[in-house]
């Protein structure tokens, strides 16, 4: 297969979604540590990496029993009140950086009400571009909770798991598969849907994304969670590395990030090839890689 100079929109339009998810979620540290919003305890504790896989691994089955007993409804409620809880979360940290002085109550509030009309522009009117703005700031925030919640140790174990987790899920029992096209069709913030063509409807969609005769995509998709697993590590190492900073990213956080954006392209140049690979094990070898180069760079040991 010829690689195609108009595809390249996709993998730039995706990378572009990746990299304001990693902008966002770094501008929402200091906030959130601020307010001590944060999933776990102790971030040092190397349980946490622990039940975070745990917990993927649980939702995973479950989702796989909804799917297979055919409750559409309850898939969308559940996914619908996570992105909701997400969206207010990540909405208070986003007033509280713009409004620092404001009451916490008068962000609370704010944050719900937002949160709440997105919650129903994204029920009710699922376009390609509402679900896209509503998944780039779930997202940043899923990614910033649990960056902000892992210190630097526990979250490159957790990213390792996550490898050979994605690995083993695409190519070997294969549920992952059957997960994204149970949950797919739900027109919800899980995905990034980039279309190549400006009258593409989501909502008219039967697939979101297929191969048309001429070899041509009508979309370019992207799970939200291979955006929010190497983020996690940016903001670890923001939160927890004291090292030299570029305007409000410190040195590790920035090599992580341009790991992350280099693996993107290795992944993109297979897909574009017509070989469709899991995203995780070279999204986060990428981000891991980008972070070692940035802690020699800062002459920082992360690990002690």
């Given amino acids: 297969m010829k690689l195609n100079s108009r595809l390249l929109i996709g993998p730039v339009g ?5 990299l304001v998810v990693q902008v966002i979620a770094l501008l929402l540290v200091s906030p959130l540590k601020l307010y001590q919003m944060s999933a776990f305890e102790n971030p040092e504790s190397l349980w946490n990496p622990i039940i975070y896989i745990v917990l993927i691994v649980v939702y995973a ?46 962000l609370a509030i704010g944050a719900f009400g937002i949160g709440v009309v997105l919650t129903a522009l994204m029920l009710v009117y699922p376009e390609w571009y509402v679900v896209d703005v509503v998944g ?7 990614a910033a909770l649990f960056g902000i919640s892992l210190a630097v140790l526990p979250t490159l ?7 050979v987790y994605d690995y083993i899920a695409v190519y070997k029992t294969k549920h992952m598969l059957k997960l994204a096209e149970g949950v797919t069709d739900l027109n919800l913030p899980i995905i990034f849907v980039l ?7 989501y909502i008219r969609s039967k697939v979101p994304i297929k191969e048309l005769k001429e070899g041509e995509r009508e979309t370019f998709i992207m799970g939200l969670g291979d955006a929010v697993m190497p983020t996690i590590l940016a903001v ?9 900073v570029i305007g409000f990213v410190n040195v590790p956080a920035l090599g992580t990030v341009a790991g992350t954006m280099v693996s993107h392209a290795v992944l993109m140049y297979y897909v574009l090839k017509g070989k469709p690979l899991a995203g995780l094990p070279f999204l986060c ?5 980008g972070f070692a180069i940035g802690c020699l760079v800062a002459g920082v040991n992360p690990l002690f």
């Fill in 157 to 163: 174990l957790l990213l390792v798991a996550l490898i």
């Fill in 136 to 142: 780039i700031l779930t997202a940043a925030g899923a």
């Fill in 61 to 106: 089955a479950v989702v796989l029993l909804i799917i297979k007993y055919r409750l559409r409804w309850l898939l969308k409620l559940i996914i619908a009140m996570a992105v909701f809880a997400t969206l207010v979360y990540v909405l208070f940290g986003i007033g509280a950086l713009f409004f620092p002085s404001a009451a916490a109550e008068y």
């Fill in 14 to 18: 995706l990378a572009i979604f990746m």
């Fill in 285 to 289: 070898t990428g981000a891991i890689i």
């Fill in 236 to 244: 670890s190492a923001n939160a927890f590395i004291a090292a030299p």
């Fill in 195 to 201: 279309p190549m063509k400006l009258n593409y409807s």
